[in-house]
């Protein structure tokens, strides 16, 4: 088991800046592959990162691409999400999740974080 907890989200203007983390433990942190998804009110969950194993492989959803960067430290057993230039419509509920296998932009992920609510102003 992976148990993952997200911290960071909050309220923020348009244009501004936030800083996800998202804490894993219970098993070897470097063996899984890392992922952010987020889910607006109403709307399906969708993809919107993921960073393999040590990092050497990033991709990232179209939408949120030169905005948003993904990043990891495996000393730590942390994964973030750098959010910049945040816009109404990147209001959701953000969640980090684990796999083992690296398949960009895949929604099944094995453990999932409770998520941080990220509300953007316009």
């Known amino acids: 088991q992976v148990q993952l907890v997200e911290s960071g989200g909050g309220l923020v203007q348009a244009g501004g800046s936030l800083r996800l983390s998202c804490a894993a433990s219970g098993r070897t942190f470097n063996n899984y592959v890392m992922g952010w998804f987020r889910q607006a009110s109403g709307k399906e969950r969708e993809f919107v990162a993921t960073i393999s194993w040590s990092g050497e492989f990033i991709y990232y959803a179209d939408s949120v691409k030169g905005r948003f960067t993904i990043s990891r430290d495996n000393a730590k057993n942390t994964v973030y999400l750098q959010m910049n230039s945040l816009k109404p419509e990147d209001t959701a509920v953000y969640y980090c999740?684990?796999?083992?296998?690296?398949?960009?932009?895949?929604?099944?992920?094995?453990?999932w974080g409770q998520g941080t609510q990220v509300t953007v102003s316009s």
């Open positions: 999740a684990a796999r083992r296998f690296w398949t960009p932009g895949d929604l099944k992920y094995d453990y």
